[in-house]
């Protein structure tokens, strides 16, 4: 596989991710040159538009999406030159010799397939290129998640893929593997011996992952509904950032020992309890409330809804890993939408000193913390105690944050998305999720989905602009502690 991929074809040109994230994130490729000269992206549709429509869409693009002190109009004049649009129905078979014709000249290069549709269209798209003669060994295939709803479809899907392509050519998103602070977990752990010796059981208590959105579900009914937001959020971005947490060192920075290690974190994660899984398990669903001093509806009054949907919006999980690191160690994970505040956070706690020799009524809240921001602000906070300043203080003791924000004043912090499509065009694979990966977080999942089914059914409901049913709070008061707001 060369080590960068001469042409970039996009199915589903039109659509909200190609607009607002993937063309965006080429323009700041462009604007760094790391885009060859030669390099050409495809565009596909069933739209009937003219190279030079679409290109003007693009830029409309742009212009709304990247900010004005970052916008260039002659890196936008390049990467438009870049931009060939072509009329494709994507299940005819009679179209694809026009692609080809196309891609020809491309081929020697590598061609990257960015997949950015619905996942019932990767089998049959796939075995069109193939018949058409659009794929051989250089081509990569991108794909986004969710890869299936449960274990059994996901196979389906990897099945399709692995038809026509090895698993070094499958490229299968995680848009969080691609940020800045997430790729910091991995220099924050391993760089420096402060941290990574303290990184086991006996020196840390607990863990909070914490995936918060305030919006609700955007006109996506018909998709959330069957997912919930187990299977959107969940099953993927907060598996994997515990994954690169709870970790163990890899031998290097190679794909597959990456992977290797997160796929023994994901079979290690222990199953729950059948007969008294409640401890352990929250499920909601937002109600009517305030979110950013608006009024927003139910999850059962959003538009499309139907009544008496018990699919979940919320979910929170005390989790536990069953490994010799993070033994005794549980990791609480919540997500949900129409919460206060859109964040995602891991606070990592550290057990408090053995010998205390302060006054004993400041012992419960003398531990320290370690606070990743992952967005908004991306950065990491580290919580110290130090003495309160004052000579009527005595030796009182206060939180003071040891701080470090990744992002600086005019200072572009690459797009999650940014980063990954570099990375698919060098053909480097430690980014992006591998199969087994995925059937592993499956197959937890699933079992936690099947606890759930065999419950009551009915999710707890929670005001929207509140942090979920009170039940996630007891969750962790049954063990002594609170989340971290």
């Not at 596909?44 to 409309?60: C, H, I, P, Q, Y």
């Not at 549709?117 to 003669?133: F, N």
């Not at 969940?234 to 515990?242: D, E």
């Not at 000193?353 to 400041?362: C, L, N, S, V």
Request: glycine share 6%; net charge neutral.
């Amino acid at each position: 596989m060369p080590k960068t991929a001469s042409c970039l074809v996009i199915f589903g040109a039109f659509g909200d991710l190609a607009q607002r994230k993937l063309f965006p994130s080429l323009y700041y490729l462009q604007q760094n040159k790391l885009l060859d000269d030669d390099f050409q992206i495809i565009a596909l549709a069933r739209r009937n538009e003219s190279d030079a429509s679409f290109r003007a869409l693009v830029s409309k693009s742009l212009q709304g999406f990247i900010p004005k002190g970052m916008h260039e109009a002659k890196v936008e004049t390049q990467l438009l030159k870049c931009i060939t649009f072509i009329k494709l129905n994507f299940l005819e078979e009679a179209e694809y010799p026009a692609l080809h014709a196309t891609l020809k000249t491309q081929m020697s290069g590598g061609v990257i397939y960015y997949f950015a549709t619905a996942a019932t269209l990767y089998a049959p798209v796939c075995d069109l290129l193939s018949g058409s003669g659009c794929l051989d060994k250089k081509s990569r295939v991108v794909v986004e998640k969710p890869i299936g709803y449960n274990l059994k479809s996901s196979k389906v899907i990897n099945d399709a893929l692995a038809n026509h392509f090895k698993e070094s050519q499958i490229f299968r998103i995680d848009h969080y593997l691609g940020k800045e602070t997430v790729q910091n977990l991995l220099a924050l752990r391993f760089a420096n011996s402060l941290f990574e010796s303290q990184w086991h059981h006996k020196h840390i208590s607990h863990v909070e992952i914490t995936v918060a959105e305030t919006v609700g579900i955007e006109g996506r009914w018909d998709y959330f509904d069957r997912a919930g937001q187990m299977r959107d959020m969940m099953q993927s971005h907060l598996l994997q950032l515990l994954c690169l947490i709870a970790m163990d060192p890899p031998n290097n920075l190679s794909a597959d020992t990456i992977r290797d290690e997160k796929v023994k974190v994901l079979k290690a994660l222990a199953f729950f309890p059948e007969e008294k899984f409640e401890p352990f398990i929250v499920r909601g669903q937002y109600q009517a409330g305030v979110v950013e001093n608006q009024k927003v509806p139910a999850y059962l009054d959003e538009s499309g809804a139907v009544a008496n949907s018990t699919t979940g919006t919320f979910i929170s999980v005390k989790a536990e890993i069953q490994n010799w690191r993070w033994q005794g160690v549980p990791f609480y994970l919540r997500t949900g939408k129409r919460l206060p505040e859109k964040i995602t956070q891991i606070v990592v706690h550290f057990k408090p000193t053995a010998h205390f020799i302060f006054d004993a009524d400041q012992q419960q809240s003398a531990s320290n913390k370690l606070i990743i921001r992952i967005q908004p602000d991306e950065g990491i906070s580290l919580q110290i105690m130090s003495k309160d300043s004052g000579l009527e203080k005595g030796m009182r003791l206060k939180q003071s944050p040891l701080d470090i924000s990744f992002y600086q004043v005019g200072q572009h912090i690459p797009d999650a998305y940014e980063r990954l499509i570099w990375e698919v065009i060098k053909g480097e694979q430690s980014m992006f999720v591998r199969r087994d990966e995925v059937e592993a977080a499956w197959v937890w999942c699933d079992h936690l989905m099947d606890l759930l089914a065999r419950s009551d059914g009915v999710p707890k409901p929670y005001n929207s602009g509140s942090w979920g049913p009170v039940e996630s709070n007891e969750l962790m008061a049954r063990d002594g502690r609170a989340w971290h707001e």
